[in-house]
């Protein structure tokens, strides 16, 4: 990896989280008028045609995974990853939903020590309890101001990562844009599923979760264009940044989500994190870095 590269590397992560922060700040500003099911099915319908229009382009030559077990199950539990991200983004403030779902590193770190037999080692274990630390800080977790809604980021990273560890041990062969078109099909199948579900059952549900499929305005169809470009950007830019340089290198600057969450969370919902949470995500931060320097 040429040095020259980092630059390029730097740009490209920082604009990739830049478009995936933004985009969850517009779920979480649309929850009032979106249905999270409706949501997965109709981006997802925006975003397979765009993948498959890149597969053609790019000439990929085998359209179905090499193990397609393996990309089914990692497709589903990125799917349900975005489940317990978005679910939480309504009742949790933007940068605390940010901060616990980057204890990511850290569950790398575990289960590659469980089920990838990768040491920990001493500084692993300085991660994995400066994390600890920091997500207790942000959960304050005595009776008053616990919010459960608050682990669900720490659920989504969970999940992230054993689908990350599934990437890189059963479909470390597959071609990037299917198995990117894979996860948007899951997308489109869980919110198909859920939303038939609820049809065929109606409750008296309302809200982000359980209400029925919304009218769109124009608003609404711009806010899904946004979020499907959001995406895609992200996605095509990380694989960018993570070709460009190296990954100790990219992963740090990756940690630049957590100051465009909070950047949104001013802008757009009068969020301003309090000197505690603020503590909390930099014991974080640092926690994810020095796990990702082990």
């Known amino acids: ?13 920082v604009f990739a989280v830049f478009a995936l922060s933004l985009g969850d700040a517009i779920i979480k500003l649309m929850s009032v008028g979106f249905q999270v099911w409706q949501l997965f099915v109709l981006r997802s319908l925006l975003i397979i045609p765009v993948f498959l229009l890149m597969m053609r382009r790019q000439r990929v030559q085998n359209w179905w995974p090499i193990a397609p077990y393996w990309t089914a199950l990692r497709s589903l539990l990125l799917a349900l990853m975005w489940v317990a991200y978005y679910i939480a983004l309504p009742h ?3 940068s605390n939903a940010a901060a616990a779902f980057y204890t990511l590193p850290l ?37 008053s101001g616990f919010n459960a809604y608050a682990l669900l ?42 939303s038939f579900l609820l049809f065929v059952t109606p409750t008296d ?14 608003m609404h169809i711009l806010a899904l264009i946004a979020l ?28 630049s989500y957590l100051v465009f969450a909070v950047i949104w969370g001013m802008m757009f919902f009068g969020e301003f994190p309090d000197a505690v ?9 640092v926690a994810g870095m020095i796990a990702l320097r082990r």
């Open 1 to 13: 990896m040429t040095e020259q590269n980092v630059p390029r590397a730097i740009a490209a992560i």
């Open 92 to 94: 949790v403030p933007l």
């Open 107 to 143: 569950f790398i770190a575990l289960l590659s020590a469980l089920f990838a037999g990768v040491p920990v080692g001493i500084k692993g274990w300085i991660a994995v309890t400066l994390g600890f630390i920091g997500v207790l800080i942000l959960l304050k977790p005595e009776a």
């Open 153 to 194: 980021p720490l659920l989504s990273a969970f999940l992230y990562a054993v689908a990350m560890l599934l990437t890189g041990t059963k479909c470390q062969q597959e071609d990037t844009l299917v198995m990117s078109i894979a996860s948007a099909i899951a997308h489109l199948v869980v919110g198909g599923i859920v």
């Open 205 to 218: 549900g309302v809200g982000f979760v359980w209400g029925p499929w919304l009218s769109l305005g124009t």
């Open 228 to 255: 499907a470009l959001a995406m895609l950007i992200g996605s095509y830019y990380t694989v960018v940044a993570y070709q460009s340089a190296r990954a100790v290198t990219v992963s740090t600057f990756d940690y």
């Open 277 to 285: 949470s603020l503590i909390g995500i930099g014991f974080i931060a």
